[in-house]
């Protein structure tokens, strides 16, 4: 028997890699949680949810149940268990309350933890209670079971601001939590149903269950007992089956084979990290239909809304994501888009739930224009984003400074933004505006706008020349007067750039690389300029910030000189070796990174995974190909970690990758049996349906 399990296990492995497990259960969601704002290992919480589910729930492990930083892997003690609405600690919460099973902290351990998307479980050692968690997407089921007692007591604490009150039925209330973004007057109403009395003592026997049911909306308090029903009368193992079925349909469209046990775990929890943001902020109105209360006008629409992301990091590889695998979601977030624009002047930047003042660019650009040219935005919505986009190029918004375009004036007029005006990261920004105006233009031409608009952002698009310094061979502030900054320094993090530095940013000319090869002298120096990434030593320079931002220390302790990949400036990097003579030195620094800087442990990111985007890179990468330049409809070519792949793509077709030999450099790489002669591979056959190869051919070795 025991020489047989081995062989079993070694043929399910190879012929039906995961058609019959669980997928939710390769998923930990405490990846990235052993974090502080010093030393980033993800900054992430173990988000107990649906996929991009309204409402997320998390244990809190902070002393202030407000602190940003809510769960910490090291910390002994639970506080208790917030509904959260946080995209990342930098933004904190909004609209948060908790629950506290026992009345206040209580020692834990890991080991009495079982942390899944669909169900958390913690045993409150103090408390003698045990609390389990499982989430629809506006509701959820708490499980408590009780010691034997006659003073246990269930706190509920609506946050500063808020109001809770008791009722026989359990309790209602609102938070009022925000860190800005919401209009006056923002409340996230939730209703509680326990068959115990909340906020006081109550007598337990022990091993009695208490089951609350819990929902909120931002729409009214009516609207939270509507919500309610996703989860009345239904039973917790109900509740939690039909979670862990979704999250299981969810992680599936994507089934990978061949590779070890640890490397399925990093897989699917960095998929489950991308199907989380953006979040869905609609709720289903009385009649079924979708409704959502705006935190840019305060008032209550039709129809659908997502937030919480931040499109600085997120268009990168997150949105080319969604787009590829869950079409459907991005569908609606594009239509929720496309709401924005009807209920303000801007289309967001970074959104939580509304205008955040952080980071820069003006990327909403990106977002439309890759959704838009693989057909996911209806026509009608597609020129109300346009019309958002072009408003962008030539406004700021007047108290949210990093929405719409900040310099506008500069860029529109001299063709960059002066290191000396006043503006701040104005490399940075110039270098972004410059990708967002190709990407206006694609949409320029999805819409057949007369040619001389489309010509205009053609024309922006190549400003990212004019912050070039040929003598440096990278991208440097420049002064109003058109001289460059003087002194220089390539190791010099913020000032022109954003949380990077010149080494970093120099590469940020996402749709044209062979104009920025051609700008360097050729392929050669090319190359040359990036090998010296990773071959100068990871010195820096944080007079800008006045201390070491973690970014930096994550950048340092990788050990890859000065390529930071736990920050989203380097992310596309690897890939441009496609770009040069040598693309398998991409491949090894790419097979390098998803071996190295990537695991299921608690500390399993390198850097802040920013809402799915060092996940999605991830995702992307172990299937073979990135998204450098979001809107071009390409993939850069790299280095499938899977001997076999399959993505499901709507009407039933599917996208199989498969790779021979365990080398990451592969030299005859096919698309439906034709080999492919560029370094790129184009989307639009990938999302008929295709079998894409990786070989290695000997005659082309050396
Ligand atoms: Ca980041």
């Known amino acids: 028997m025991k020489r047989l399990i081995p062989i079993i296990i070694l043929l399910s492995a190879c012929c039906h890699p995961t058609e019959d497990v669980h997928l939710s259960e390769y998923v930990s969601t405490l990846v990235g949680t052993q974090s502080d704002w010093t030393f980033s290992t993800g900054n992430t919480y173990p988000a107990i949810a649906l996929p991009w589910g309204m409402n997320f729930w998390t244990p809190v492990t902070a002393e202030r149940e407000e602190d940003g930083w809510a769960y910490q892997y090291d910390k002994h003690k639970i506080t208790g268990f917030k509904q959260t609405h946080q995209p990342s600690p930098w933004i904190n919460d909004y ?108 007598a337990t026997s022990r091993g009695q269950i208490v089951t609350l049911y819990i929902a909120s909306s931002f729409i009214s308090e009516e609207q939270a007992v509507r919500n309610l029903n996703e989860v009345l009368d239904r039973s917790f193992d109900e509740v939690k089956t039909a979670a862990q079925e979704r999250w299981d349909k969810i992680l599936g469209r994507i089934r990978v084979s061949g590779v070890t046990e640890e490397q399925y775990r990093t897989f699917y929890s960095c998929l489950y990290r991308s199907s989380l943001f953006p979040r869905k902020f609609y709720e289903m109105g009385p009649d079924g239909e979708p409704v959502h209360y705006s935190p840019y006008d305060g008032k209550v629409h039709d129809g659908y809304l997502y937030t919480d992301t931040g499109f600085w990091d997120t268009f990168r590889a997150l949105f080319p994501l969604l787009n590829l695998v869950y079409p459907d979601v991005s569908r609606e977030i594009l239509q929720g888009l496309a709401n924005v624009a009807r209920e303000n002047d801007f ?115 190549r400003n990212w020349r004019n912050v070039f310094d040929p003598s440096a061979r990278l991208m440097r502030g420049r002064r109003a007067d058109g001289s460059f900054q003087e002194p220089f320094s390539p190791y010099k993090w913020g000032g022109d750039f954003t949380e990077g530095n010149a080494w970093h940013y120099t590469w940020s000319v996402f749709h044209d690389i062979p104009g920025l090869v051609d700008a360097m002298g050729g392929q050669e120096s090319f190359e040359q300029m990036l090998d010296s990434v990773f071959k100068v030593p990871p010195i820096y320079d944080d007079s800008y910030y006045g201390y070491r931002i973690h970014e930096i220390t994550e950048m340092q302790v990788a050990d890859m000189g000065n390529y930071a990949h736990g920050n989203q400036p380097s992310q596309h990097m690897l890939y441009l070796y496609n770009w ?90 096919r698309l439906n049996g034709k080999p492919i002669n560029n370094n790129y591979v184009d989307i639009a056959p990938i999302r008929n349906g295709a079998h894409l190869t990786f070989r290695v051919s000997h005659q082309n070795t050396n």
């Open 580 to 669: 040069t003579a040598h693309p398998e030195k991409g491949s090894v620094y790419i097979r390098e990174v998803m071996d190295r800087l990537y695991s299921a442990a608690p500390d399993g990111y390198c850097g802040d995974e920013d809402n799915g985007q060092t996940s999605a890179w991830y995702v992307f990468s172990a299937l073979g190909f990135y998204p450098v330049c979001p809107a071009s409809g390409q993939y850069a070519l790299g280095s499938p970690l899977f001997p076999k792949a399959a993505v499901s793509l709507p009407g039933g077709k599917t996208l199989t990758i498969t790779s021979k030999g365990s080398n990451p450099v592969y030299n005859d790489i």
């Open 95 to 202: 609209g948060a309350f908790s629950i506290i099973p026992g009345g206040g902290p209580s020692w834990f351990s890991h080991e009495s933890e079982e942390a899944r998307p669909y169900y958390y479980k913690v045993y409150l050692a103090d408390h003698d209670i045990t609390v389990e968690i499982t989430p629809t997407e506006r509701a959820a089921v708490m499980r408590l079971t009780f010691p034997e007692s006659d003073s246990s007591i269930i706190g509920v604490n609506p946050f500063q601001g808020g109001k809770v009150a008791f009722d026989d039925a359990g309790a209602t209330g609102y938070s009022v939590q925000n860190h800005g973004g919401v209009p006056e007057g923002f409340r996230n109403f939730f209703v509680i149903k326990a068959d115990v009395p909340l906020g006081e003592a109550f």
């Open 347 to 461: 289309l967001p930047e970074w959104a939580s739930p509304g205008h955040r003042d952080c980071m820069i660019g003006n990327n909403s650009a990106a977002v439309v224009a890759d959704a838009a040219v693989q057909g996911l935005v209806s026509r009608e919505d597609l020129e109300v984003l346009y019309n958002a986009l072009v408003y962008g190029t030539e406004h700021v918004h007047p108290t949210v400074s990093s929405t719409g375009r900040k310099g506008h004036e500069y860029y529109n007029t001299l063709g960059y933004i002066p290191c000396d005006v006043g503006v701040n990261e104005s490399v940075a920004r110039t270098l972004e505006y410059a990708y967002d105006d190709w990407c206006i233009a694609q949409v320029a031409k999805l819409l057949d706008r007369p040619q001389e608009e489309i010509d205009l952002y053609l024309k922006r698009s």
